[in-house]
């Protein structure tokens, strides 16, 4: 219960407000009410404790079409619809788990059970599936028990698998109705499923010359970090590897960032993901600036930092940093949040439109104008396939926006897709580094030049002419900061220069170290 007063404080306070996230447990919707059982590798009686009837030689049943199917590995996607194939409203990810629910319209109530059967095969070997289900009503998404119900295993799913749906009446007889199965010709056809490959983040401990707590990095804390977080993207895996612990010699930032201290920490990691070629690997600071979340932020805070890269190709930009406390589940929810959060702006995802007119949400600046959905909510179902949890779209919002109870939409999640696919097809030979100078912009737009170190991959993001006094002139890139305003420029330099001028920001009267 300690935790009370910070879980009603934060959401006013707080800046970062992906770290305060944890109404899930008393806002789920609840789990399917079947999990369909699946044979016994040996070919005998499905799973006991699933209660399903066995696969049986049944007729399909008649009285009733099939007339959705959805996949849900953490946004419910849309792949039969009204009948028909639809159009994915977010990717399928081979080998990632989910939830696959078949809907159906019966003519009239059945009284007794049916069995679903799903097939899936993958790689020319056939899997079946099966989930019992005594149909009433036309099914519909707010309610689980109106569908037929199949938890699919991650190795089910692969780019080459396809699936067939039936629904069979053990009580039937004769041949049935072909609107009893998907496709109606029950010749099986392709799911869609995408390879997305996996998120790799490598965590840095970071301990303070000048004292601060330590951050909370062991494996238990960082094995409940990893579910969380694989729980929200888009990826068959999810990595995080706990790099050597770094020892900064900076300030220790504050909860408010009054100090600027914030900035310069980020840049600290920045410089060392910049001279590391590898173009998928994101790295994360994780820092306790006190000994506890409490102490830190028993008012609100600021609970991380993160550059936003302008395209998978910038990835010298990959880097992040946040608070890190665990030892509690509280603390662990609080930390992945913040570490889904600031690892998202480093695919490139600007904050979703949350708003403070929504009861423990705030409003972020820096939104992104794409965003489809009112109040930075996620649109459609989620599922948490760790948890085995429905996350229902009108009690969270999406993990880029400023709420307690946060989530995932598909668009974010499709985003994040396209971004790790990219990132996974790389090639990983990358060229010789440049040299580039940091300029960092300060929010009121005054500017203060920063160290000069490699950089490996191309760069790409918004252009700013960069003048020096020598005459000479560069092309710097411009890439904000997510929470704190301003950001900085990265230019090729000259080799002297006193002072400089960056377009459209002022001009600088400090003469650079
Ligand atoms: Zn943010």
């Not at 869609?192 to 909370?216: D, H, L, M, Q």
């Not at 729980?231 to 590897?241: D, F």
């Not at 612990?245 to 900035?263: F, K, M, N, R, V």
Request: hydrophobic fraction near 30%.
């Amino acid at each position: 219960m300690k935790n009370l007063s910070i879980f009603v404080l934060l959401p006013l306070f707080v800046a970062c407000a992906s770290s305060t996230n944890f109404g899930d447990d008393t806002t789920d919707s609840g789990t399917p009410g079947d999990d369909g059982g699946t044979p016994g590798d040996d070919g005998t009686a499905p799973d006991p404790d699933a209660g399903n009837p066995p696969p049986s030689n049944a007729p399909l049943a008649t009285g009733i079409t099939v007339s959705g199917v959805t996949l849900n590995q953490g946004v419910e996607v849309n792949v039969v619809k009204n009948g028909a194939p639809a159009t994915k409203n977010a990717p399928l990810i081979a080998g990632r788990p989910g939830l696959l629910r078949v809907f159906v319209t019966p003519s009239s109530a059945f009284s007794h059970a049916l069995t679903g059967e799903l097939t899936l095969t993958t790689g020319g070997t056939p899997k079946t599936f099966t989930s019992s289900l005594t149909p009433t009503t036309t099914s519909s998404d707010a309610s689980m028990g109106s569908t037929f119900n199949f938890n699919v295993d991650a190795a089910s799913l692969a780019t080459d698998t396809t699936f067939l749906v039936k629904i069979k009446d053990p009580q039937g007889s004769g041949s049935g109705s072909n609107t009893a199965q998907y496709p109606t010709s029950g010749t099986a056809t392709s799911l869609g499923v995408k390879n997305a490959g996996s998120v790799k983040i490598n965590v840095y401990p970071i301990k303070f010359s000048s004292g601060g707590g330590t951050p909370a990095t062991g494996a238990i804390d960082i094995g409940a970090y990893q579910k969380i977080v694989m729980g929200l993207y888009p990826a068959a895996n999810v990595t995080l590897s706990v790099q050597s612990t770094l020892t900064y010699t900076g300030s220790i930032p504050d909860a408010y960032d009054q100090s600027g201290a914030w900035e310069y920490l980020l840049s600290y990691l920045q410089k060392k993901r910049a001279a590391d070629p590898s173009p998928d690997v994101y790295y994360y600071g994780a820092f306790a600036p006190s000994s506890s979340f409490a102490s830190f932020c028993g008012s609100g805070c600021i609970a991380g930092l993160s550059g936003i890269p302008s395209g998978p190709t910038n990835y010298s930009q990959k880097a992040s940093i946040g608070l890190a406390y665990g030892g509690n589940s509280f603390d662990q929810q609080s930390t992945a949040q913040t570490m889904a959060h600031e690892v998202g702006h480093g695919h490139g995802r600007e904050h979703s439109p949350t708003t403070q007119s929504v009861q423990y949400c705030s409003t972020p600046s820096g939104t992104d104008p794409s965003y489809p959905y009112a109040h930075g909510g996620i649109g459609v179902w989620g599922w948490d396939i760790i948890n085995q949890k429905a996350k229902d779209p009108s009690q969270f919002f999406d993990i880029m926006g400023y709420c307690e109870s946060d989530w995932i939409s598909d668009y974010t999640y499709g985003k994040l897709y396209s971004w790790i696919a990219a990132d996974n097809g790389f090639d990983m030979v990358t060229g010789d580094a440049v040299t580039y100078r940091q300029i960092f912009v300060k929010a009121d737009g005054t500017l203060e030049v920063g160290d000069a170190f490699p950089v490996y991959g191309p760069m790409s993001g918004e252009q700013h002419t960069v003048t020096f006094d020598d005459g000479h002139s560069a092309t710097g890139f411009y890439f904000p900061y997510d929470h704190v305003g301003g950001g900085y420029v990265l230019v090729p330099e000259p080799a002297h220069f006193t002072s400089l001028q960056v377009k459209d920001f002022s001009k600088l009267s400090a003469i650079p170290h």
